[in-house]
Protein backbone atom coordinates (compact mmCIF):
# COMPACT_ATOMS: atom_id res chain seq x y z
CA UNK A 1 0.00 0.00 0.00
CA UNK A 2 2.76 2.64 1.21
CA UNK A 3 5.01 1.23 -1.55
CA UNK A 4 2.47 1.79 -4.36
CA UNK A 5 1.37 4.98 -2.81
CA UNK A 6 4.56 6.42 -3.06
CA UNK A 7 5.46 5.32 -6.79
CA UNK A 8 2.20 7.20 -7.63
CA UNK A 9 3.49 9.98 -5.88
CA UNK A 10 6.74 9.74 -7.68
CA UNK A 11 4.65 9.06 -11.21
CA UNK A 12 2.69 12.19 -10.70
CA UNK A 13 6.15 14.14 -10.16
CA UNK A 14 7.38 12.64 -13.31
CA UNK A 15 4.37 13.13 -15.56
CA UNK A 16 4.10 17.09 -14.03
CA UNK A 17 7.62 17.34 -14.60
CA UNK A 18 7.09 16.21 -18.31
CA UNK A 19 3.82 18.48 -18.67
CA UNK A 20 5.62 21.50 -17.36
CA UNK A 21 8.27 21.10 -19.92
CA UNK A 22 5.97 20.21 -22.92
CA UNK A 23 3.30 22.94 -22.23
CA UNK A 24 5.65 26.02 -22.01
CA UNK A 25 2.56 28.35 -22.63
CA UNK A 26 3.39 30.05 -19.29
CA UNK A 27 6.50 31.50 -20.66
CA UNK A 28 6.05 35.31 -21.07
CA UNK A 29 7.75 36.33 -24.25
CA UNK A 30 7.97 40.15 -25.53
CA UNK A 31 8.10 40.39 -29.28
CA UNK A 32 9.70 44.09 -30.32
CA UNK A 33 8.61 45.57 -33.70
CA UNK A 34 4.95 44.48 -35.92
CA UNK A 35 7.31 44.11 -39.27
CA UNK A 36 7.04 41.12 -40.79
CA UNK A 37 9.29 39.44 -38.23
CA UNK A 38 7.54 40.30 -35.30
CA UNK A 39 3.71 39.46 -37.41
CA UNK A 40 4.90 36.29 -38.02
CA UNK A 41 6.29 35.14 -34.97
CA UNK A 42 3.25 36.40 -32.93
CA UNK A 43 1.10 34.33 -35.58
CA UNK A 44 2.90 31.12 -34.09
CA UNK A 45 3.05 31.67 -30.76
CA UNK A 46 -0.91 32.50 -30.90
CA UNK A 47 -1.41 29.14 -32.80
CA UNK A 48 1.04 27.17 -30.15
CA UNK A 49 -1.22 28.97 -27.41
CA UNK A 50 1.92 30.75 -25.79
CA UNK A 51 1.27 34.17 -24.42
CA UNK A 52 3.51 37.22 -25.78
CA UNK A 53 3.29 41.44 -26.02
CA UNK A 54 4.07 43.07 -29.16
CA UNK A 55 5.55 46.32 -28.33
CA UNK A 56 5.55 48.97 -31.79
CA UNK A 57 7.00 52.08 -31.22
CA UNK A 58 4.51 54.01 -34.29
CA UNK A 59 0.81 53.34 -34.47
CA UNK A 60 1.41 50.78 -37.73
CA UNK A 61 2.18 46.93 -38.50
CA UNK A 62 4.25 46.92 -41.30
CA UNK A 63 7.54 48.46 -40.55
CA UNK A 64 9.67 49.55 -43.48
CA UNK A 65 6.75 48.69 -45.79
CA UNK A 66 4.47 51.24 -44.90
CA UNK A 67 5.31 54.52 -47.07
CA UNK A 68 5.62 57.91 -45.69
CA UNK A 69 6.02 60.83 -47.90
CA UNK A 70 8.05 62.47 -45.10
CA UNK A 71 11.25 62.45 -43.99
CA UNK A 72 13.10 63.03 -40.32
CA UNK A 73 10.62 62.46 -37.70
CA UNK A 74 7.21 61.65 -37.43
CA UNK A 75 4.51 63.35 -35.33
CA UNK A 76 5.49 62.38 -32.45
CA UNK A 77 8.71 63.07 -32.69
CA UNK A 78 10.10 59.56 -33.22
CA UNK A 79 12.58 59.15 -36.35
CA UNK A 80 10.78 58.20 -39.07
CA UNK A 81 11.61 54.18 -39.21
CA UNK A 82 10.62 53.45 -43.43
CA UNK A 83 12.89 53.68 -46.62
CA UNK A 84 10.00 52.95 -48.51
CA UNK A 85 10.44 55.27 -51.50
CA UNK A 86 7.07 55.64 -53.94
CA UNK A 87 7.52 53.61 -57.09
CA UNK A 88 9.00 50.59 -55.12
CA UNK A 89 8.34 47.64 -56.65
CA UNK A 90 9.59 43.95 -54.83
CA UNK A 91 13.02 42.86 -56.21
CA UNK A 92 11.94 39.29 -55.63
CA UNK A 93 9.00 37.87 -57.36
CA UNK A 94 5.86 36.81 -55.87
CA UNK A 95 6.78 33.32 -54.17
CA UNK A 96 9.90 34.60 -52.80
CA UNK A 97 7.72 37.37 -51.08
CA UNK A 98 5.11 34.73 -49.56
CA UNK A 99 4.42 34.60 -46.34
CA UNK A 100 3.36 30.74 -45.30
CA UNK A 101 -0.42 29.89 -45.39
CA UNK A 102 -1.16 33.10 -46.85
CA UNK A 103 -0.70 33.48 -50.57
CA UNK A 104 -0.56 37.53 -52.17
CA UNK A 105 -3.01 38.22 -54.31
CA UNK A 106 -3.86 36.24 -57.62
CA UNK A 107 -4.52 39.25 -59.65
CA UNK A 108 -1.13 41.42 -58.51
CA UNK A 109 2.14 41.96 -60.62
CA UNK A 110 4.73 39.09 -60.32
CA UNK A 111 6.78 41.59 -58.59
CA UNK A 112 4.33 43.72 -56.60
CA UNK A 113 4.44 47.74 -55.81
CA UNK A 114 5.43 48.44 -52.26
CA UNK A 115 2.01 49.84 -51.66
CA UNK A 116 0.57 46.23 -52.73
CA UNK A 117 2.52 44.52 -50.54
CA UNK A 118 2.12 46.46 -47.52
CA UNK A 119 -1.49 45.87 -47.98
CA UNK A 120 -0.81 42.04 -48.06
CA UNK A 121 1.22 42.42 -44.39
CA UNK A 122 -1.76 44.39 -43.27
CA UNK A 123 -4.04 41.64 -44.15
CA UNK A 124 -1.71 39.21 -43.00
CA UNK A 125 -2.23 40.75 -39.52
CA UNK A 126 -5.90 40.72 -39.74
CA UNK A 127 -5.96 37.46 -41.27
CA UNK A 128 -4.09 35.81 -38.15
CA UNK A 129 -6.28 38.54 -35.56
CA UNK A 130 -2.86 39.77 -34.49
CA UNK A 131 -3.70 43.53 -34.68
CA UNK A 132 -5.62 43.30 -30.66
CA UNK A 133 -2.61 42.34 -29.29
CA UNK A 134 -0.01 45.01 -30.66
CA UNK A 135 1.02 47.21 -28.23
CA UNK A 136 1.13 50.28 -30.51
CA UNK A 137 3.15 53.73 -29.69
CA UNK A 138 5.26 51.60 -27.46
CA UNK A 139 8.81 52.49 -27.56
CA UNK A 140 11.17 50.24 -26.13
CA UNK A 141 14.04 51.74 -24.71
CA UNK A 142 15.92 49.32 -22.69
CA UNK A 143 16.22 45.55 -22.35
CA UNK A 144 18.47 44.13 -19.55
CA UNK A 145 19.18 40.90 -18.02
CA UNK A 146 19.11 40.84 -14.40
CA UNK A 147 18.34 37.93 -11.89
CA UNK A 148 17.67 35.23 -14.80
CA UNK A 149 15.32 37.51 -16.33
CA UNK A 150 14.61 39.91 -19.14
CA UNK A 151 14.00 43.83 -17.60
CA UNK A 152 12.33 45.09 -20.83
CA UNK A 153 11.26 48.90 -20.65
CA UNK A 154 8.77 50.80 -22.78
CA UNK A 155 7.71 54.25 -23.15
CA UNK A 156 4.14 55.28 -24.58
CA UNK A 157 5.43 58.22 -27.18
CA UNK A 158 2.68 59.97 -26.55
CA UNK A 159 2.06 60.27 -22.46
CA UNK A 160 5.61 59.55 -21.95
CA UNK A 161 4.87 56.86 -19.71
CA UNK A 162 7.24 54.19 -18.62
CA UNK A 163 6.67 50.75 -18.38
CA UNK A 164 9.08 48.02 -17.26
CA UNK A 165 8.13 44.18 -17.65
CA UNK A 166 9.48 40.95 -16.94
CA UNK A 167 10.30 38.55 -19.52
CA UNK A 168 11.36 34.86 -20.35
CA UNK A 169 11.58 35.48 -24.05
CA UNK A 170 12.43 38.46 -25.83
CA UNK A 171 12.51 38.49 -29.54
CA UNK A 172 13.90 41.69 -31.55
CA UNK A 173 12.17 42.00 -35.16
CA UNK A 174 13.28 46.13 -35.47
CA UNK A 175 14.88 45.48 -38.79
CA UNK A 176 18.03 46.87 -39.97
CA UNK A 177 17.16 49.02 -42.99
CA UNK A 178 16.53 52.48 -41.32
CA UNK A 179 19.66 53.41 -39.77
CA UNK A 180 21.76 55.21 -42.51
CA UNK A 181 25.34 54.43 -42.85
CA UNK A 182 27.28 57.57 -44.12
CA UNK A 183 29.97 57.47 -46.30
CA UNK A 184 31.33 60.94 -44.51
CA UNK A 185 33.77 61.94 -47.76
CA UNK A 186 36.08 64.53 -47.32
CA UNK A 187 34.67 67.79 -48.41
CA UNK A 188 30.99 67.22 -48.07
CA UNK A 189 30.14 70.33 -46.15
CA UNK A 190 31.86 72.72 -48.84
CA UNK A 191 29.21 71.22 -51.45
CA UNK A 192 26.35 73.58 -52.42
CA UNK A 193 23.91 70.85 -54.28
CA UNK A 194 22.03 68.42 -51.82
CA UNK A 195 22.97 65.41 -50.49
CA UNK A 196 20.70 62.51 -48.79
CA UNK A 197 21.19 58.81 -48.01
CA UNK A 198 18.43 56.14 -49.76
CA UNK A 199 16.84 56.67 -46.10
CA UNK A 200 15.48 59.45 -47.25
CA UNK A 201 14.96 59.11 -50.76
CA UNK A 202 11.15 58.91 -51.91
CA UNK A 203 10.47 59.99 -55.50
CA UNK A 204 12.63 61.25 -58.37
CA UNK A 205 10.76 64.23 -59.04
CA UNK A 206 13.29 66.73 -57.90
CA UNK A 207 15.75 64.98 -59.59
CA UNK A 208 14.46 66.13 -63.80
CA UNK A 209 16.94 67.07 -65.76
CA UNK A 210 19.05 67.25 -63.12
CA UNK A 211 23.20 66.45 -62.94
CA UNK A 212 23.09 63.28 -59.75
CA UNK A 213 25.68 61.03 -58.27
CA UNK A 214 24.05 58.06 -57.09
CA UNK A 215 26.54 56.44 -54.30
CA UNK A 216 26.66 52.30 -54.09
CA UNK A 217 26.02 49.67 -55.99
CA UNK A 218 23.83 47.07 -53.52
CA UNK A 219 19.87 47.04 -54.19
CA UNK A 220 19.08 50.55 -53.70
CA UNK A 221 21.90 51.90 -55.49
CA UNK A 222 20.48 49.68 -58.61
CA UNK A 223 17.34 50.41 -58.34
CA UNK A 224 17.02 54.10 -57.31
CA UNK A 225 19.87 54.86 -60.17
CA UNK A 226 17.78 53.51 -62.58
CA UNK A 227 14.86 55.39 -61.38
CA UNK A 228 16.60 58.36 -61.33
CA UNK A 229 18.36 58.19 -64.73
CA UNK A 230 15.15 58.03 -65.98
CA UNK A 231 14.38 61.25 -65.55
CA UNK A 232 17.86 63.08 -64.62
CA UNK A 233 20.18 64.61 -67.26
CA UNK A 234 23.07 62.85 -66.29
CA UNK A 235 23.13 60.00 -63.89
CA UNK A 236 26.79 59.37 -62.21
CA UNK A 237 26.83 55.78 -60.56
CA UNK A 238 30.00 55.76 -58.26
CA UNK A 239 30.92 52.17 -57.06
CA UNK A 240 33.64 49.54 -56.84
CA UNK A 241 31.16 46.64 -56.92
CA UNK A 242 32.79 43.96 -58.69
CA UNK A 243 29.50 42.28 -60.03
CA UNK A 244 29.42 41.86 -63.85
CA UNK A 245 25.99 43.52 -64.88
CA UNK A 246 25.34 43.51 -68.57
CA UNK A 247 22.01 45.64 -68.18
CA UNK A 248 21.87 48.06 -71.51
CA UNK A 249 22.32 51.09 -69.46
CA UNK A 250 21.51 54.86 -71.23
CA UNK A 251 24.01 56.99 -72.83
CA UNK A 252 23.38 59.08 -69.63
CA UNK A 253 23.88 56.59 -67.13
CA UNK A 254 28.43 57.29 -66.62
CA UNK A 255 30.03 54.57 -64.04
CA UNK A 256 32.58 55.85 -62.16
CA UNK A 257 35.30 54.52 -59.46
CA UNK A 258 34.70 55.77 -55.46
CA UNK A 259 34.28 59.22 -54.25
CA UNK A 260 37.63 61.07 -53.54
CA UNK A 261 36.62 64.39 -52.42
CA UNK A 262 33.47 66.74 -52.92
CA UNK A 263 34.71 70.51 -53.57
CA UNK A 264 31.60 73.07 -53.88
CA UNK A 265 30.17 72.13 -57.25
CA UNK A 266 31.23 68.29 -57.58
CA UNK A 267 33.17 65.36 -57.16
CA UNK A 268 36.85 64.06 -57.54
CA UNK A 269 36.60 60.65 -58.02
CA UNK A 270 40.29 58.22 -57.28
CA UNK A 271 41.22 58.12 -60.68
CA UNK A 272 41.70 61.91 -61.01
CA UNK A 273 38.43 62.72 -62.83
CA UNK A 274 36.13 65.35 -61.89
CA UNK A 275 32.16 66.32 -62.03
CA UNK A 276 29.91 68.79 -62.01
CA UNK A 277 26.73 67.76 -60.06
CA UNK A 278 23.25 69.26 -58.25
CA UNK A 279 22.35 66.31 -56.22
CA UNK A 280 23.58 63.55 -54.88
CA UNK A 281 22.09 59.91 -53.38
CA UNK A 282 23.78 58.40 -50.71
CA UNK A 283 22.98 54.63 -51.55
CA UNK A 284 25.69 53.68 -49.10
CA UNK A 285 23.26 50.70 -47.03
CA UNK A 286 22.07 51.30 -43.21
CA UNK A 287 24.02 50.05 -39.78
CA UNK A 288 22.51 47.57 -37.01
CA UNK A 289 20.98 49.51 -34.55
CA UNK A 290 20.03 48.31 -30.92
CA UNK A 291 19.87 51.22 -28.63
CA UNK A 292 17.78 49.67 -26.34
CA UNK A 293 20.11 46.48 -25.36
CA UNK A 294 22.05 46.68 -22.09
CA UNK A 295 25.61 45.32 -22.26
CA UNK A 296 23.88 42.47 -19.90
CA UNK A 297 22.97 40.86 -23.43
CA UNK A 298 26.17 39.78 -23.74
CA UNK A 299 26.81 40.54 -27.69
CA UNK A 300 29.52 42.34 -29.64
CA UNK A 301 27.28 44.83 -31.55
CA UNK A 302 29.00 46.97 -34.39
CA UNK A 303 27.67 49.10 -37.39
CA UNK A 304 27.98 46.20 -39.44
CA UNK A 305 27.63 42.95 -37.05
CA UNK A 306 25.86 41.20 -34.66
CA UNK A 307 27.77 38.42 -33.22
CA UNK A 308 27.78 35.78 -31.83
CA UNK A 309 24.75 34.73 -32.98
CA UNK A 310 23.54 30.47 -33.43
CA UNK A 311 21.61 30.03 -36.95
CA UNK A 312 21.68 33.62 -37.99
CA UNK A 313 19.38 34.02 -34.86
CA UNK A 314 19.95 33.28 -31.08
CA UNK A 315 22.19 35.50 -28.89
CA UNK A 316 24.38 32.35 -27.80
CA UNK A 317 25.48 34.43 -24.77
CA UNK A 318 21.59 34.51 -23.59
CA UNK A 319 20.07 32.44 -25.69
CA UNK A 320 16.45 33.22 -24.74
CA UNK A 321 16.81 36.52 -26.66
CA UNK A 322 16.40 35.78 -30.73
CA UNK A 323 16.98 38.09 -33.68
CA UNK A 324 14.75 37.69 -36.67
CA UNK A 325 15.83 39.14 -40.14
CA UNK A 326 19.16 39.21 -38.94
CA UNK A 327 20.16 37.54 -42.76
CA UNK A 328 21.59 39.33 -45.97
CA UNK A 329 21.34 37.83 -49.84
CA UNK A 330 18.02 35.84 -48.91
CA UNK A 331 14.39 35.82 -49.88
CA UNK A 332 13.59 38.04 -46.47
CA UNK A 333 9.99 36.85 -45.98
CA UNK A 334 10.21 32.95 -46.33
CA UNK A 335 13.53 33.37 -43.89
CA UNK A 336 11.77 35.66 -41.26
CA UNK A 337 8.65 33.16 -41.29
CA UNK A 338 11.15 29.87 -40.96
CA UNK A 339 12.91 32.09 -38.18
CA UNK A 340 9.70 32.38 -36.05
CA UNK A 341 8.45 29.11 -36.55
CA UNK A 342 12.21 27.86 -35.41
CA UNK A 343 11.89 30.51 -32.40
CA UNK A 344 8.36 29.67 -31.39
CA UNK A 345 9.49 25.55 -31.33
CA UNK A 346 11.94 26.47 -29.22
CA UNK A 347 10.20 28.70 -27.03
CA UNK A 348 7.23 25.51 -27.02
CA UNK A 349 9.94 23.06 -25.96
CA UNK A 350 10.11 20.81 -29.38
CA UNK A 351 13.79 20.87 -29.20
CA UNK A 352 16.49 22.65 -27.45
CA UNK A 353 18.94 23.85 -28.14
CA UNK A 354 23.23 23.12 -27.93
CA UNK A 355 25.04 23.61 -25.38
CA UNK A 356 26.61 27.20 -25.30
CA UNK A 357 30.42 25.50 -25.97
CA UNK A 358 28.75 24.02 -28.66
CA UNK A 359 26.92 27.01 -30.08
CA UNK A 360 30.08 28.98 -29.81
CA UNK A 361 32.09 25.94 -31.20
CA UNK A 362 29.43 26.07 -34.46
CA UNK A 363 29.93 29.94 -35.01
CA UNK A 364 33.48 30.33 -34.39
CA UNK A 365 34.00 27.72 -37.59
CA UNK A 366 31.26 29.76 -39.64
CA UNK A 367 33.74 32.71 -38.74
CA UNK A 368 37.07 30.47 -39.53
CA UNK A 369 35.40 29.71 -43.03
CA UNK A 370 35.02 33.56 -43.86
CA UNK A 371 38.07 34.70 -41.88
CA UNK A 372 40.12 32.48 -44.39
CA UNK A 373 38.69 33.78 -47.39
CA UNK A 374 39.93 37.16 -46.75
CA UNK A 375 35.95 37.97 -45.64
CA UNK A 376 35.27 40.86 -43.52
CA UNK A 377 33.17 39.92 -40.29
CA UNK A 378 29.84 41.75 -41.83
CA UNK A 379 30.14 38.84 -44.42
CA UNK A 380 28.82 36.66 -40.94
CA UNK A 381 24.99 37.82 -41.56
CA UNK A 382 25.36 36.93 -45.64
CA UNK A 383 23.49 33.74 -46.49
CA UNK A 384 23.54 33.94 -50.43
CA UNK A 385 24.21 30.48 -51.86
CA UNK A 386 23.71 29.08 -48.12
CA UNK A 387 20.25 30.20 -48.20
CA UNK A 388 18.76 26.76 -49.01
CA UNK A 389 21.37 24.81 -47.00
CA UNK A 390 20.12 27.16 -44.01
CA UNK A 391 16.45 26.11 -44.28
CA UNK A 392 17.33 22.72 -44.10
CA UNK A 393 19.59 22.74 -41.18
CA UNK A 394 16.93 24.72 -39.35
CA UNK A 395 14.07 22.49 -40.26
CA UNK A 396 16.52 19.24 -39.37
CA UNK A 397 17.30 20.57 -36.18
CA UNK A 398 13.62 21.78 -34.60
CA UNK A 399 11.20 19.67 -36.94
CA UNK A 400 9.48 22.66 -38.63
CA UNK A 401 8.60 22.15 -41.92
CA UNK A 402 11.25 23.28 -44.57
CA UNK A 403 11.03 26.64 -46.97
CA UNK A 404 11.05 24.13 -50.11
CA UNK A 405 14.07 24.25 -52.06
CA UNK A 406 11.89 25.95 -54.87
CA UNK A 407 12.00 29.32 -53.09
CA UNK A 408 15.81 29.27 -53.10
CA UNK A 409 15.93 27.53 -56.65
CA UNK A 410 13.65 31.14 -58.04
CA UNK A 411 15.57 33.22 -56.37
CA UNK A 412 19.18 32.02 -58.24
CA UNK A 413 17.62 32.85 -61.64
CA UNK A 414 16.12 35.84 -60.35
CA UNK A 415 19.47 36.96 -59.66
CA UNK A 416 20.95 35.74 -63.06
CA UNK A 417 17.97 37.94 -64.66
CA UNK A 418 19.02 40.87 -62.63
CA UNK A 419 22.52 40.30 -63.95
CA UNK A 420 21.31 40.23 -67.63
CA UNK A 421 18.92 43.11 -67.55
CA UNK A 422 17.79 45.35 -64.88
CA UNK A 423 15.39 46.80 -66.43
CA UNK A 424 13.65 43.84 -68.07
CA UNK A 425 14.04 41.19 -64.62
CA UNK A 426 10.58 41.97 -63.54
CA UNK A 427 8.82 41.13 -66.51
CA UNK A 428 9.03 37.12 -65.61
CA UNK A 429 6.37 35.60 -63.61
CA UNK A 430 7.71 32.34 -61.60
CA UNK A 431 5.23 29.95 -60.98
CA UNK A 432 5.96 27.38 -57.93
CA UNK A 433 5.29 23.40 -59.89
CA UNK A 434 6.19 21.77 -56.57
CA UNK A 435 8.66 21.79 -53.48
CA UNK A 436 11.64 21.41 -56.19
CA UNK A 437 10.69 23.27 -59.27
CA UNK A 438 8.87 26.21 -61.03
CA UNK A 439 8.03 27.33 -64.30
CA UNK A 440 9.00 31.14 -65.83
CA UNK A 441 7.16 33.28 -67.92
CA UNK A 442 7.23 36.61 -69.25
CA UNK A 443 4.14 38.29 -68.14
CA UNK A 444 1.26 39.55 -69.80
CA UNK A 445 0.56 43.61 -69.36
CA UNK A 446 -1.93 44.14 -66.11
CA UNK A 447 -2.99 46.85 -65.62
CA UNK A 448 -1.46 48.53 -62.47
C1 LIG B 1 13.58 50.23 -49.54
C2 LIG B 1 13.54 48.79 -49.14
C3 LIG B 1 13.15 47.84 -50.06
C4 LIG B 1 13.09 46.51 -49.71
N1 LIG B 1 12.68 45.62 -50.65
C5 LIG B 1 12.62 44.31 -50.33
C6 LIG B 1 12.15 43.36 -51.28
O1 LIG B 1 11.80 43.71 -52.40
N2 LIG B 1 12.12 42.07 -50.91
C7 LIG B 1 12.48 41.65 -49.66
O2 LIG B 1 12.40 40.47 -49.37
N3 LIG B 1 12.92 42.53 -48.74
C8 LIG B 1 13.00 43.84 -49.04
N4 LIG B 1 13.43 44.74 -48.11
C9 LIG B 1 13.87 44.23 -46.79
C10 LIG B 1 12.81 44.45 -45.71
O3 LIG B 1 13.46 45.03 -44.64
C11 LIG B 1 12.16 43.15 -45.30
O4 LIG B 1 11.36 42.72 -46.39
C12 LIG B 1 11.23 43.23 -44.09
O5 LIG B 1 10.44 44.37 -44.16
C13 LIG B 1 11.93 43.18 -42.77
O6 LIG B 1 10.94 43.12 -41.77
P1 LIG B 1 11.26 43.33 -40.24
O7 LIG B 1 10.01 43.01 -39.52
O8 LIG B 1 12.49 42.59 -39.90
O9 LIG B 1 11.67 44.87 -40.06
P2 LIG B 1 10.87 46.23 -40.35
O10 LIG B 1 9.93 46.10 -41.47
O11 LIG B 1 11.91 47.28 -40.43
O12 LIG B 1 9.99 46.45 -39.02
C14 LIG B 1 10.58 46.78 -37.78
C15 LIG B 1 9.51 47.36 -36.85
O13 LIG B 1 10.09 47.56 -35.55
C16 LIG B 1 9.67 48.80 -35.02
N5 LIG B 1 10.68 49.24 -34.04
C17 LIG B 1 11.96 49.59 -34.28
N6 LIG B 1 12.58 49.93 -33.12
C18 LIG B 1 11.65 49.78 -32.13
C19 LIG B 1 11.69 49.98 -30.71
N7 LIG B 1 12.80 50.37 -30.07
N8 LIG B 1 10.56 49.74 -30.00
C20 LIG B 1 9.42 49.32 -30.63
N9 LIG B 1 9.34 49.11 -31.96
C21 LIG B 1 10.45 49.34 -32.71
C22 LIG B 1 9.56 49.71 -36.23
O14 LIG B 1 8.71 50.80 -35.99
C23 LIG B 1 9.01 48.75 -37.30
O15 LIG B 1 7.61 48.76 -37.31
C24 LIG B 1 13.48 46.09 -48.42
C25 LIG B 1 13.89 47.04 -47.49
C26 LIG B 1 13.91 48.39 -47.84
C27 LIG B 1 14.36 49.39 -46.83
C1 LIG C 1 10.44 56.14 -66.39
O1 LIG C 1 9.51 57.19 -66.55
C2 LIG C 1 8.33 56.82 -67.21
C3 LIG C 1 7.53 58.08 -67.50
O2 LIG C 1 7.51 58.94 -66.40
C4 LIG C 1 7.60 55.81 -66.35
O3 LIG C 1 6.41 55.40 -66.96
C5 LIG C 1 8.50 54.61 -66.12
O4 LIG C 1 7.88 53.70 -65.23
C6 LIG C 1 9.83 55.04 -65.53
N1 LIG C 1 10.74 53.93 -65.46
C7 LIG C 1 11.50 53.68 -64.39
C8 LIG C 1 12.47 52.55 -64.50
O5 LIG C 1 11.44 54.32 -63.36
C1 LIG D 1 5.76 21.53 -31.99
O1 LIG D 1 5.50 20.13 -32.03
C2 LIG D 1 4.13 19.81 -32.18
C3 LIG D 1 4.01 18.28 -32.05
O2 LIG D 1 4.86 17.64 -32.95
C4 LIG D 1 3.65 20.32 -33.53
O3 LIG D 1 2.29 20.02 -33.70
C5 LIG D 1 3.86 21.81 -33.57
O4 LIG D 1 3.49 22.31 -34.84
C6 LIG D 1 5.30 22.16 -33.29
N1 LIG D 1 5.42 23.60 -33.21
C7 LIG D 1 6.28 24.32 -33.95
C8 LIG D 1 6.24 25.79 -33.80
O5 LIG D 1 7.06 23.81 -34.72
C1 LIG E 1 6.63 19.79 -49.68
O1 LIG E 1 7.15 20.40 -48.51
C2 LIG E 1 6.24 20.43 -47.42
C3 LIG E 1 6.88 21.28 -46.32
O2 LIG E 1 8.17 20.88 -46.00
C4 LIG E 1 5.94 19.01 -46.99
O3 LIG E 1 5.02 19.01 -45.91
C5 LIG E 1 5.35 18.25 -48.16
O4 LIG E 1 5.18 16.90 -47.82
C6 LIG E 1 6.28 18.35 -49.38
N1 LIG E 1 5.61 17.78 -50.53
C7 LIG E 1 6.16 16.84 -51.27
C8 LIG E 1 5.35 16.38 -52.44
O5 LIG E 1 7.26 16.38 -51.03
Redesign the pocket.
Known amino acids: MQMSRSIFLICAFCLFGVIAAINNSSQRVCIIGAGIAGLSTARYLMEEGIQFTVLEATKYVGGTWRYDSRIGTDENGLPLHTSMYKYLRTNLPKPAMELRGFPLPQNIQSFPSGQVYYDYIQSYAEHFNLIDDIKFLHNVISVKRIDNTWKVKHKHVISGKEFEEDYDFVIIGTGHHSKPNMPNIPGENLFKGSIIHSHDYRVPDPYKQRRVLVIGAGPSGMDIGLEVCNVSRRLIHSHHSNINYRTPFPSHYIKKPDVKEFDETGVYFVDGTFEELDDVIYCTGFEYDYPFLDESCGLDIAKHSVVPLYNYVVNIKQPTMMFLGLVVRACLPPALDAQARYTVALIKGNFTLPSKENMMLDWQHRWNVLRSLGKPLSHIHFLGEKEDEYYAGLTKESGI ?2 V ?1 PVIYKIRACDTEAKLENLYTYRSYTYTVL ?2 ESFHRTVEKKLDQ
Open positions: DRPNN
